[in-house]
């Protein structure tokens, strides 16, 4: 059985990138994490994947209401920042 990628993939920056949605996340909330993801300082593909690892970080924190030491909730704040929810 063939696998239907659900996300979205685009360029920005020069960059081809892939963004898939994560499981049980809702359209209105996907859009919400591209847009913050395509607000961050993305210049190459590792830069990309952190991005990424934490758009999903600040899904889980926003919406799921999961909790993550200091450290990792001053990142997720930062990463927020000029978004209204």
């Known amino acids: 059985m063939k696998q239907i990628f659900k996300g979205r993939e685009c ?3 020069g960059l081809f990138l892939c963004i898939p949605q994560l499981e ?3 359209q209105e909330h996907f ?3 591209i847009n913050l993801i395509f607000n961050q300082n ?3 593909h590792q830069d990309f994947n ?3 690892k934490l758009s999903r970080c600040w ?3 926003e919406f799921l209401r999961c909790s993550y030491h200091q450290e990792l909730t001053n990142k997720i704040l930062k ?7």
């Open 59 to 61: 899904y889980n924190y």
């Open 79 to 85: 990463f927020n920042k000029g978004i209204q929810i």
């Open 24 to 26: 049980n996340e809702t």
């Open 42 to 44: 993305i210049k190459n």
């Open 50 to 52: 952190e991005v990424l």
């Open 11 to 13: 360029e920005h920056n």
């Open 31 to 33: 859009n919400l994490r």
